[in-house]
């Protein structure tokens, strides 16, 4: 994990000279060649990162709430504290590199979705990733894994063919939200093997009604 953000890091100070002349030459060839066409479908799927990273924790505890599934709890709280974790230092770093939007450099990129935040790293290809990361380490099955990928890697796509970041953005992006949910899920093993997840308990009421309730520990 630690080689992860050394990576990032490198690549945020290589962001000038020939590194930048080939990042925004590969961008350059990825936007203008893009079939413009396509557009409504590439901010569909760029727009689709905030309600999944929403939807997939919410719907997994739905899930075990009502199968009153310990696994799934535990896989709910791993999901969202992968998108949470990366997200804020996905923010972090952004304001830390403070790089400007390639749009803003380059007159030749057009800003084809709105996008006022720092470009490095890009955050929707972080937060796809962490989510794409975090579902495959608790569901690792082919037709979970290909699918949830395959969807990361376009979203990180959509980026550059919308002209919103450059490659070294969308690459930090990706280690950073991968690294962040394996990290993520590592902690959450080792909390699991110490101190037991977290997970339902019932008991009667009477004769008639069932108390439910979550047994989280904290020692």
Same mark, same amino acid.
């Given at each position: 994990?630690?080689?992860?953000?050394?990576?990032?890091?490198?690549?945020?100070?290589?962001?000038?000279?020939?590194?930048?002349?080939?990042?925004?030459?590969?961008?350059?060839?990825?936007?203008?060649?893009?079939?413009?066409?396509?557009?409504?479908?590439?901010?569909?799927?760029?727009?689709?990162?905030?309600?999944?990273?929403?939807?997939?924790?919410?719907?997994?505890?739905?899930?075990?709430?009502?199968?009153?599934?310990?696994?799934?709890?535990?896989?709910?709280?791993?999901?969202?504290?992968?998108?949470?974790?990366?997200?804020?230092?996905?923010?972090?770093?952004?304001?830390?590199?403070?790089?400007?939007?390639?749009?803003?450099?380059? &007159?030749?990129?057009?800003?084809?979705?709105?996008?006022?935040?720092?470009?490095? &790293?890009?955050?929707?290809?972080?937060?796809?990733?962490?989510?794409?990361?975090?579902?495959?380490?608790?569901? &690792?099955?082919?037709?979970?894994?290909? &699918?949830?990928?395959?969807?990361?890697?376009?979203?990180?796509?959509?980026?550059?063919?919308?002209?919103?970041?450059?490659?070294?953005?969308?690459?930090?992006?990706?280690?950073?939200?991968?690294?962040?949910?394996?990290?993520?899920?590592?902690?959450?093993?080792?909390?699991?093997?110490?101190?037991?997840?977290?997970?339902?308990?019932?008991?009667?009421?009477?004769?008639?009604?069932?108390?439910?309730?979550?047994?989280?520990?904290?020692?």
């Amino acid at each position: 994990m630690k080689n992860i953000y050394v990576l990032i890091l490198f690549i945020s100070f290589s962001t000038s000279g020939y590194s930048q002349n080939v990042d925004i030459d590969l961008l350059n060839h990825i936007h203008t060649n893009r079939n413009e066409n396509l557009d409504p479908a590439l901010k569909w799927i760029t727009h689709s990162v905030t309600p999944l990273s929403l939807a997939v924790p919410v719907g997994t505890a739905a899930y075990a709430l009502i199968t009153k599934d310990d696994r799934s709890l535990q896989n709910a709280v791993e999901i969202a504290s992968s998108v949470v974790v990366s997200g804020v230092l996905s923010v972090g770093l952004k304001h830390a590199v403070n790089r400007e939007r390639p749009f803003d450099t380059y &007159p030749f990129i057009t800003e084809v979705v709105p996008a006022d935040s720092p470009s490095f &790293p890009s955050g929707h290809t972080t937060h796809a990733f962490a989510l794409a990361t975090s579902v495959t380490l608790v569901y &690792p099955e082919w037709y979970v894994v290909v &699918p949830a990928y395959l969807w990361a890697g376009t979203v990180g796509y959509t980026r550059m063919a919308l002209g919103v970041h450059y490659p070294s953005d969308v690459l930090a992006g990706a280690l950073l939200g991968s690294g962040s949910a394996y990290l993520c899920h590592k902690i959450n093993q080792k909390i699991t093997e110490k101190h037991g997840g977290i997970r339902f308990s019932s008991s009667m009421i009477g004769s008639e009604h069932v108390q439910l309730s979550l047994i989280i520990p904290l020692d």
